[in-house]
């Protein structure tokens, strides 16, 4: 049997950013909400940490799926991803 899966990104707006009669561009509109979600990873003496880490972690326990995008040539991507599956 062959499974073939359909992913939707959805990107969650602030409500302020919505009821505003001036105009906003959509690079605004992006950026303002990649600033509410942005947290701290850090990666020292072998480990991971900061909020990126916790936040990983909580989030992850509770998916049925989880993705991991890289850059390829990164060795941390796959430090990051075996840490992961360890926790």
């Known amino acids: 049997m062959r499974v ?3 992913f939707l990104t959805m ?3 602030p409500a302020s950013l919505l009821a505003t009669d001036e105009p906003v561009s959509i690079e605004d ?3 303002a909400a990649a600033s509410e979600h942005c947290y701290q ?3 020292q003496d072998g480990r991971f940490g900061g909020a990126a880490w916790e936040r990983l972690l909580t989030q ?3 998916a ?5 995008g890289e850059e390829h040539g990164v060795a ?7 840490q992961l ?3």
């Open 4 to 6: 073939v899966g359909t």
């Open 11 to 13: 990107l969650v707006l």
């Open 29 to 31: 509109t992006l950026q």
């Open 41 to 43: 990873l850090t990666y």
């Open 60 to 62: 992850g326990q509770g």
């Open 64 to 68: 049925h799926f989880f993705l991991i």
């Open 76 to 82: 941390e991507n796959a430090r990051l991803a075996s």
């Open 85 to 87: 599956f360890a926790a």
